[in-house]
């Protein structure tokens, strides 16, 4: 990839992230944070991209962009209210900007009509808040000039009228900071759709200024070029803000232009500073000198050596030639990309100073070369470990403790690794509102999404790999879980209905909740739909657990046609076999009349897990050891045999089924002596509880999951394999499939508890 491309690439990725950044603060306004804050850091985020993209040329985006900022402006200005119709603009003109950048980076083209109409009524609020006609629509298209780029105030036609600027209205109260600050811009700038007079108009925020625009440097007419940049500005600023402050505003143009900013000491009205320490310094002088001898002044090379810091008596600037740039301006094509990751920073500010973590862009494909690399050093060392057992070697020797130690450093290592490759799930949960009001637009619902734990890490490959399923998910809570609005009313509910995702770790594992206060799923309507679809018998007895689980059934639908959102049958069983396929399971609970919860869990990670190494039968099998509760060895007298086969253990007051791994998982057809092994007491993610019954258990270590499906197909009751020290390829054991089937088989648990307890 060349360096231009390079470029343009870290570009769309920090568009994704200001695109994020804009509809999480709109959201924040729309629930009531219009703080300055929240409403400076969507301006900048369109800001940003706008800058960005005008240095790549793409002329459309950066024309929807300067005419949404401009409205965002009047929003910052205080001029425009953040009410319900104008985020509701805001918001949708927040999707097109995110279209218009898929389509400047994949290609395509954008929906000139919707874009043309969002235009309108972006120029309609702000003539709004003016206090000014809106103007008239123009027609899908007209959007932006045909012939390249002409960037006006967004507001009216294209054509150049002169108009004088009263920026007196801005003046902000002056104070004790004196600043000299002279302003040019470079054609950069211009290029970029930035502009002086907006730079200078914060300028007049900070306090007291006086500007004066040289224009000696403009040529005659026939010499003028039109993207070229010929004006110098020089301001005296009086502020009670810092120097930090005051070059923040020039934060998103520092590399576009020749900025400098110095500290005036001078006294005002002519009078001397007797505190300035170079007038201290000259007075002193004076009064030490007799009247008869001249005053004596340091040679210029010794005054103001070249290596240190300039300290001088100040001057009048000359408007005409700016001092060099306090920050040396970057390339140009390499701009966009500096100045939209200062702004990513969080915080606001672009310069250095303040407490903002440093981050560097690796390839993902690097993470996972190492994650690899790590993994097989998990595995080398526990063969290493191993050998030295196995060879006799004592434990507390020294070689034993140095293995001790590496184990200790590997797992460090390992944890630090996995450690890089966690992202929170907010990256997720983000595109989530945007779905929301696609979905309740087109179902003509009203709806209001809650998120939680958004900040719970997750490692990135389950991340990519949950998009799809949320989605799902969402489009069904809101399509077939909450009713319209006059159901809701005569219901005794709230017309806007409440879809909730929310994210927390829980035993080792990521758990999200979909949540949603409708109507609840309709059993007796479930199963009529199951039996005529022939997905199941009409004489089946299911229970309610059973019947909310066949909405997972491939060609389950309960949509009475076809639409948009849904009705062929496919949805939530791609939910199930996408779970399914990251190791995880999902589980439905559901209250007619008041909603229902679908529950995704997932592990964190897709490398590594701890796990219990256990023998079954002549093989070697890996329990997680998330799912463990406690160990036993059961007693002849606690266990209980009914139905053939099957068989509960008693654990203290409870019984729970007995599961012989073994036998279920193909390697036996005997049923295992009970009281001849042990019993791991698991629970699964419903909060079931069983007993497997293995032959020994030889330890418990982290091992680096390998996947079975990808490596080998699917196998019931596995969820992955790994590698063991001694080189031997070792089964995990899915808890969540064995118990589940354990309990399905037979529809033995209620019947053998009754059967216990008589």
């Not at 810092?242 to 070059?247: A, D, H, I, L």
């Not at 500073?273 to 009247?291: C, G, N, S």
């Not at 709806?447 to 990135?460: A, M, P, S």
Request: aromatic letters at 4%.
């Amino acid at each position: 990839m060349d360096a231009m491309a390079e470029i343009r690439a870290t570009f769309f990725e920090e568009c994704a992230e200001q695109l994020a950044d804009l509809e999480a603060g709109l959201l924040a306004i729309e629930n009531g944070e219009a703080d300055s804050d929240t409403v400076n850091a969507v301006f900048r985020a369109v800001h940003s991209i706008k800058g960005g993209a005008g240095a790549f040329s793409l002329d459309d985006l950066v024309h929807f962009a300067h005419v949404f900022e401009t409205t965002l402006d009047e929003m910052r200005s205080g001029r425009l209210d953040s009410s319900e119709k104008v985020l509701k603009i805001m918001l949708r003109s927040a999707d097109a900007l995110a279209d218009l950048v898929t389509v400047a980076r994949d290609g395509g083209s954008a929906d000139a009509e919707r874009n043309a109409g969002l235009i309108d009524e972006l120029k309609g609020l702000v003539a709004l808040a003016k206090g000014e006609e809106p103007p008239a629509p123009k027609a899908a298209g007209a959007s932006a000039p045909s012939d390249g780029p002409v960037y006006d105030d967004g507001m009216g036609d294209l054509d150049f009228t002169p108009v004088a600027v009263d920026l007196g209205d801005l003046m902000g109260i002056g104070g004790d900071n004196r600043f000299r600050i002279v302003f040019k811009p470079s054609p950069r700038m211009y290029a970029k759709a930035n502009e002086a007079n907006r730079v200078l108009r914060d300028v007049y925020t900070l306090g007291e200024a006086k500007v004066a625009c040289n224009i000696s440097e403009v040529p005659l007419l026939p010499a003028i070029d039109p993207e070229g940049a010929y004006l110098t500005f020089t301001i005296e600023l009086s502020t009670a803000e810092s120097e930090e402050k005051v070059r923040e505003v020039f934060e998103f143009v520092e590399f576009d232009c020749d900025l400098t900013i110095e500290a005036v000491h001078d006294a005002p009205d002519g009078e001397i500073d007797a505190d300035d320490p170079d007038i201290a310094d000259i007075l002193a002088r004076i009064r030490a000198t007799p009247d008869d001898e001249p005053l004596e002044t340091p040679a210029k090379d010794e005054e103001e050596p070249k290596d240190a810091p300039e300290m001088r008596e100040p001057e009048e600037p000359k408007a005409t030639a700016a001092a060099p740039a306090a920050r040396t301006p970057a390339p140009a094509p390499a701009a966009p990309a500096a100045a939209a990751k200062a702004d990513a920073g969080g915080d606001g500010k672009g310069g250095a100073g303040g407490g903002a973590a440093q981050t560097i862009r690796v390839d993902l494909e690097r993470v996972d070369r190492l994650i690899d690399l790590v993994g097989e050093l998990v595995i080398h060392q526990v063969m290493l470990s191993q050998r030295a057992y196995q060879a006799g070697l004592a434990r507390a020797s020294d070689v034993a403790v140095g293995f001790d130690e590496l184990e200790q450093l590997t797992r460090e290592i390992q944890d630090s690794v996995m450690a890089i490759r966690a992202q929170p799930v907010k990256s997720v949960f983000q595109r989530l509102p945007r779905l929301v009001r696609e979905v309740a637009d087109i179902s003509g619902k009203q709806v209001r999404l809650i998120t939680e734990g958004e900040w719970t890490e997750v490692d990135k490959t389950v991340i990519e790999r949950l998009a799809d399923p949320l989605t799902h998910m969402i489009r069904n809570a809101i399509d077939h879980g909450l009713e319209k609005p006059a159901d809701r009313l005569a219901a005794g509910k709230a017309e806007e209905g409440v879809v909730r995702v929310a994210a927390m770790h829980r035993s080792g594992r990521i758990v999200i909740e979909i949540s949603d206060d409708g109507a609840g799923i309709n059993r007796k309507r479930v199963k009529e739909i199951a039996i005529k679809k022939g997905l199941i018998p009409a004489e089946a007895n299911l229970s309610d657990e059973e019947i909310d689980n066949l909405i997972f059934l491939p060609g389950f639908s309960t949509a009475e046609k076809i639409s948009s959102l849904s009705g062929r049958g496919v949805g939530m069983d791609v939910v199930k076999r996408s779970i399914q396929a990251l190791g995880g399971r999902v589980s439905i609970a559901s209250k007619p009349g008041r909603g229902s919860t679908f529950t995704m869990s997932l592990p964190l990670t897709l490398a590594v897990l701890d796990g219990m190494i256990v023998s079954v039968g002549d093989q070697t099998v890996v329990v997680p050891l998330t799912a463990i509760i406690e160990t036993l060895q059961p007693k002849a007298s606690e266990v209980k045999s009914f139905g053939g086969d099957a068989r509960l253990v008693q654990v203290r007051d409870t019984f729970m089924p007995l599961v012989d791994v073994a036998r279920e998982l193909g390697y036996s057809y005997e049923l295992a002596n009970a009281t001849g092994g042990v019993a791991i007491l698991v629970e699964a993610e419903n909060g079931a509880r069983s007993a497997l019954l293995v032959d020994a258990i030889q330890g418990q270590r982290q091992v680096v999951i390998k996947s079975l499906e990808a490596n080998y197909g699917r196998v019931p009751g596995i969820a992955a394999a790994t590698i063991l020290g001694d080189g031997r390829v070792a089964l995990i054991l899915d808890v969540d499939a064995v118990v589940a089937t354990s309990r399905v088989e037979g529809n033995f648990f209620n019947s053998g508890m009754q059967h216990a307890a008589e």
